[in-house]
């Protein structure tokens, strides 16, 4: 599978990627929020379950509203092809699936992800919205209940990094795309200049952790 640089989106159509026979092992894999014996989908769960009411406010606050320009442009990928269901993986609390709603126009969503407690606020949001062709449902990207061939764009916002084995999230992904299906991730990364580098290290390591624990109470999730 061909392995891509992130802080972009990656846009591509599915025409022919060829699926890794034995999975490679990869570094994002071993970071866990917790650092406990439980498994990373196990603690990805706890943690969004616990930072879930302080997430969109932590969301502008970390990105400086930045993390809404990236959707904007990731919808703006797939507008003009011809998509009448998409399944958002790792949706969170839906924000991706409400733009891509409003400006694709697809006849369904499923809209998936971990933690109960961001989907309870994503339904919420929905209702306020009024939109009804979102479906909110707990779901993992390793297992996907759905049929081969079934969606005609997949998305993941901000996602893939807390995903416990990537190779085989992809392969489900890929398994449920429709021929000519459009994948779009969105994905962040550190820094090559020197410069930024060092103010992005200062930035996640001090400022976000200490901003995390006074509005979240859960310094650790922001730390990861």
């Known amino acids: 599978m ?45 943690m969004f379950d616990s930072i879930a009411p302080a997430y969109d406010f932590m969301n502008r606050a970390m990105t400086f509203g930045i993390d ?49 407690g961001m989907l309870s606020i994503a339904r919420e949001k929905s209702a306020k919205k009024g939109i009804n062709n979102i479906t909110f449902e707990t779901g993992n990207c390793l297992d996907l209940k759905y049929a081969d061939n079934s969606f005609d764009a997949i998305t993941v916002a901000y996602g893939v990094r807390n995903v416990e084995h990537l190779d085989k999230g992809y392969q489900e992904m890929y398994r449920v795309a429709a021929k000519g299906a459009s994948v779009c991730i ?23 952790p200490t901003i995390g624990r006074l509005v979240s109470h859960d310094r650790r999730a922001y730390t990861y």
Do not use: H
């Not at 599915?14 to 917790?34: D, F, G, N, R």
């Not at 797939?78 to 733009?99: E, H, R, Y």
């Not at 969105?186 to 976000?208: D, G, M, Q, W």
């Open 2 to 46: 061909r392995r891509v640089r992130t802080q972009q989106i990656l846009t591509c159509r599915i025409l022919k990627i060829t699926l890794l026979k034995q999975s490679m092992e990869y570094k994002a894999e071993k970071v866990t929020p917790y650092g406990s014996d439980e498994s990373k989908t196990q603690q990805v769960q706890e």
């Open 68 to 116: 809404k320009i990236w959707r904007r442009i990731a919808v703006g990928k797939l507008k003009g092809k011809p998509i009448n269901s998409i399944l958002d993986v790792a949706t969170g609390t839906g924000d991706l699936a409400f733009l891509l709603s409003k400006k694709i126009k697809p006849r369904k969503i499923n809209a998936i992800d971990l933690s109960e």
């Open 186 to 208: 969105i994905e962040l990364s550190t820094p090559t200049n020197p410069f930024a580098l060092a103010l992005y290290k200062v930035y996640t390591r001090a400022i976000i």
